[in-house]
């Protein structure tokens, strides 16, 4: 499987914009970028997906390199509910293994 | 829409004694997943179903652990018997399909084995 790789952690204020940064320099031309976040004592659930262009909905951005090496999970303003786990993951479309593979991810912690 | 149920949501257990665990999917979900979360790290799948079918559960200990998905919608996970090394949390997951949708993920139970 592609690896990601992500800070251990990172620190924002309350209604500042984060952005939390992934490397994946082995991804694959047929590798989706996930995103799920995972917050206290809860299940991981689904932010946002992508594959070669900028992708926004409701609870994200996603910016995605040209060279597709790297993306940044955007939140445009953090609130106290936003402290999670953020994963980013890798999913490959084109084979016959569609399993999400998650890693240790970002731990956001959000100031009052 | 309901979503992924789980029970029980907690289960303290000694070492050697049995436990299953039970999912109920969001409804038409053909595809089920079971992972194992241990603390600090993040969910590794122990095993994915398509229906009533295995797909993949090339990291399911099946020496101790077991699952089915009979007639294709709920699933139960059984440890027979448990180790120290089993506590965790168990989290049971959803998709429609399992090419490109997305995961829908129960709340998990949390097994402490003593």
């Known amino acids: 499987d592609a690896k990601t790789t992500q800070p251990n952690s990172m620190e924002s204020n309350e209604e500042e914009p984060v952005h939390l940064p992934c490397n994946h320099s082995t991804i694959s031309g047929t590798d989706y970028i996930h995103w799920y976040r995972q917050l206290p004592s809860q299940g991981p659930e689904y932010v946002i997906h992508?594959?070669?262009s900028n992708v926004n909905n409701r609870m994200a951005s996603l910016a995605i390199a040209e060279d597709r090496k790297s993306s940044t999970l955007i939140l445009h303003r953090a609130t106290l509910r936003d402290a999670a786990v953020y994963y980013c993951?890798?999913?490959?479309?084109?084979?016959?293994?569609?399993?999400?593979?998650f890693g240790k991810g970002t731990l956001l912690t959000v100031n009052p | 829409e309901a979503g992924v149920a789980q029970s029980p949501r907690y289960k303290i257990i000694e070492k050697r004694q049995s436990v299953a665990f039970w999912c109920n999917p969001i409804s038409g979900h053909a595809t089920l997943y079971w992972y194992q979360q241990i603390l600090g790290q993040g969910p590794k799948l122990l095993i994915q179903f398509q229906n009533n079918g295995v797909v993949d559960d090339s990291q399911l200990p099946k020496d101790r652990f077991s699952a089915e998905r009979l007639k294709g919608v709920d699933s139960t996970l059984k440890i027979q018997p448990a180790k120290l090394e089993d506590s965790a949390v168990y989290l049971c997951a959803s998709s429609l399909n399992r090419v490109t949708d997305t995961q829908y993920f129960g709340p998990g139970t949390r097994l402490t084995v003593l």
């Open positions: 992508g594959l070669t």
């Open positions: 993951i890798l999913k490959n479309s084109g084979g016959s293994n569609y399993k999400l593979t």
